[in-house]
């Protein structure tokens, strides 16, 4: 069995309290203290292996995760499962900092320069102001970016879908197939929160106007609601579109299921496309465009690894291929001009 705290105590003719201070608030030990300490306790195999790794090495030991959607969500459970499969095996944390609130956003960019208790800040799906760019800047640690973030914006990496790709090719397979009186659906976030979403709707959009497609843009609350509220807006429009394009299959899905409960089929009344092939969207037939968070979120894990110890990495600026997928919920539309 291995010694315990009090015996690390009691050979380094010390408190218990000053022990696990020199593990947990190095700060408050005086330097000569805390060399007795972390020799004894290695010599003694304390247990508490990882304080003496930060102890010895001046790290955390732990990365800050930032992010704004829900935990829950398939975006967000992918970018987190990805992260833990690289830094747990090599002996780091992940600390999850959910941003749902201008308070909340303003305390986070305010206190981690501060408290210095993270090695590198992982941004997930928002853009960041400057002046928080600064400020994270304060605490001389790297931040990388996820699907969030342009190179120019003073990140020391990022991993980004080619939002501008994927959204081009959803457009133009829907005007390939003959669709002018196209709907897009996207959400507002009331944080002012800029997720890479903006850049599918933007490009989308953009296409399509070249195109000389009309487009009508529904944004509908981010609440428990939204598909109720997309399908009120639907419904309410002069005349209904023959595609719909949604911003992620989050939305498509359910609306899927909807739209077939007031007698509108997919893809006979209406084609559907979402974005990010995640769950149930081949079982549901959606076309969509996959990304992979689980893959951009490891190589995201691996450079923030290397900006950590080394201070640089190979290839700092990633951008994915977006890939389109064609399935059942898209056919020629009736009304070809």
Known sequence: MGSSIKDVARQAGVSVSTVSRAFTRPELVSKATRA???AIAEELNFSISRSAMVLKSGRALRV????SDHIRL???ASIIEGLNQVFHANGYDLSIFQISSIEERRAFFDMLPIRRNADAVIVASFDVETEEIDQLAKAGVPIIGINCVMPDRGFSASVNIDDVQGSKLLARHLIGLGHRRIAYIRTDRAVTLHFSVQRRYES???FCKQAGVDLTTIVIADSEDRIGHAMTELLSLPQLPTAIACQEDGIAIPLMFQLART??????DVSMVGYDDSFYANEVGL?????DPIIMAQSA???TLDLIERGETEHPFEVFPAQLLVRSSTTESKQQS
């Open 36 to 38: 007795k300490v972390l």
């Open 263 to 268: 007698g509108l089929r997919v893809p006979f």
């Open 74 to 76: 398939w975006f967000s």
């Open 287 to 291: 076309t969509t465009v996959r990304q």
């Open 204 to 206: 989308f959009a953009q």
């Open 64 to 67: 800050a995760l930032l992010m």
């Open 301 to 303: 894990a691996l450079k």
